[in-house]
């Protein structure tokens, strides 16, 4: 990933606005699990969470969209006798609260019985909760997000005459706030910022033939975010690289999914080991607990923990405190990824991942990307696909593409218009090298995936 430009935008601290809720907010949940427990219900729990940003789009240096939001609702769960109830209000006065109490209690008196339901164990819950730097509220109008859009967009203009419009670039700024508590006694609550710009340019050769694409950055400071005028430029040089495209015969051959696609790939693995795909035995890697399924070199890391990454908790969305763990070890996979239901399901133990992933970090070979379109030699690299063309049963793999076509290890054009193909365990085994300058924007932490062979259908 691209170093940090030195002229990147800066503005300056102001008073915190969403955390001035969070206490009032802490009052609710446990105004809903005091309601519960006089009801005598059997357990609760209840999530809060409350939003607010400012957007603001630009097309051809013009705003063209200002948009303010401001929303968040309180759901509950109510437990009884092995029955399961819900319910939700966005009004949080107390009258609300215990009516909404009330209305998943009386769901849960209809529903059927689930001895698979309920709390996550109590000794699970997290005690250690640390400040993992998440907010950082910054003092940002409309005009000064208008100015950061307009600057990219300027910017992607002016580096080559080929570039005859903008699709438009967005800049955000937002906040939350996020309260959950159970009647284990768990309540705690956080809050958090997310900083983005985004620009799309559209690029047109003499003989009409044209291709967009785009850049972006994101941060939970918003001094971490990249110039808007390096966005501009990289959406810019990435469009051009892509005009006069062409297709390519229908072969076998290596292929090199760029950083932000090779998350995606990592992204099937998240689905094939959820607990709620293995217990309804939907996934392609039912059986592999404990088995090689990658090469032997390679190993996930989970850092739920990373000072002010996108994808740091202290818990999950039931209070289950997160921890490091190695998801994939020397090609084994060590874990699925379990809730406190998926658990029992499965007679197994819950690992905390209610609400997502946290921060997965791959290994690497040592070798940047460059490097990796070297050792290809021939081959194809991968910067967008399309389509839906994924079974997570079988793990069967076919998806339209994009990208460049490579031989003896220099790009030599830009490819559209083709299918890849292959089986995701093929995939995951066939795994050649990663880069080690890795994409940061997500919660999957790699860089270009380069795989030994895919099918590819072309003319």
């Not at 910022?193 to 972006?216: H, K």
């Not at 297709?247 to 080991?273: D, N, Q, R």
């Not at 609400?355 to 070979?365: K, P, R």
């Not at 994409?439 to 003319?459: F, V, W």
């Amino acid at each position: 990933m691209a170093s940090h430009p030195s002229s990147a935008p800066s503005a300056s601290e102001t008073t915190p606005r969403i955390d001035s809720e969070l206490s009032a907010l802490k009052d609710a949940v446990a105004v809903a699990l005091e309601y519960a427990k006089q009801l005598g219900t059997t357990a609760a729990e209840v999530a809060i969470s409350k939003q607010q940003g400012l957007s603001v789009s630009t097309r051809e240096k013009e705003v063209e969209t200002v948009e303010f939001n401001k929303d968040g609702a309180l759901g509950i769960t109510i437990y009884r006798d092995g029955r399961k109830g819900n319910s939700s209000t966005s009004d949080l006065s107390p009258e609300a609260i215990r009516e909404a109490v009330r209305a998943a209690d009386g769901i849960a008196k209809y529903t059927s019985e689930d001895p698979f339901s309920g709390l996550a164990d109590p000794a699970l819950m997290a005690q250690d909760i640390r400040d993992l730097q998440l907010y950082h509220p910054q003092d940002i109008d409309a005009e000064e997000l208008a100015k950061l859009a307009i600057r990219a967009e300027a910017a992607s203009l002016s580096v080559d005459s080929r570039i005859r419009n903008s699709d438009g670039a967005t800049a955000n700024a937002h906040t939350a706030a996020k309260v959950y508590g159970n009647s284990h006694g768990f309540l705690n609550g956080y809050c958090s910022s997310r900083y983005s710009l985004s620009c799309v340019v559209i690029g047109e050769e003499s003989d009409g033939n044209m291709q967009r694409d785009y850049d972006y950055t994101v941060a939970r400071k918003y001094q971490d975010l990249l110039a808007p005028e390096f966005v501009g430029q990289q959406a810019a040089n990435k469009t051009l690289s892509r005009l006069d495209a062409r297709k390519i015969a229908t072969a076998k051959m290596p292929v090199l999914f760029a950083p932000e696609i090779a998350t995606g790939l990592m992204g099937h693995l998240i689905g094939a080991i959820s607990g709620s795909s293995i217990y309804r035995k939907s996934s392609f890697l039912l059986d592999a607990l404990n088995t090689q399924i990658f090469p032997d070199w390679f190993s996930i890391e989970e850092q739920p923990h990373l000072s002010g990454a996108l994808a740091s908790a202290n818990y999950d969305s039931e209070g289950v405190a997160t921890q490091d763990r190695r998801i994939i070890d020397r090609g084994n996979l060590e874990t699925y990824l379990l809730t406190s239901y998926s658990a029992r399901k499965l007679g197994m133990t819950n690992t905390g991942h209610a609400g997502g992933i946290y921060n997965w970090t791959l290994s690497h070979t040592n070798q940047t990307f460059d490097d990796l379109v070297k050792a290809m030699n021939t081959g194809l690299i991968v910067t967008e696909v399309m389509g839906q063309g994924v079974n997570g049963v079988t793990g069967d793999y076919s998806r339209g593409a994009a990208g460049f076509y490579v031989e003896n290890g220099e790009v030599m054009y830009p490819v559209e218009e083709i299918t890849i193909a292959g089986n995701l365990k093929d995939m995951f085994k066939g795994i050649q090298g990663i880069g080690k300058d890795r994409d940061l924007r997500s919660s999957i932490r790699t860089g270009g995936i380069l795989l030994s062979e895919m099918k590819i259908a072309g003319n």
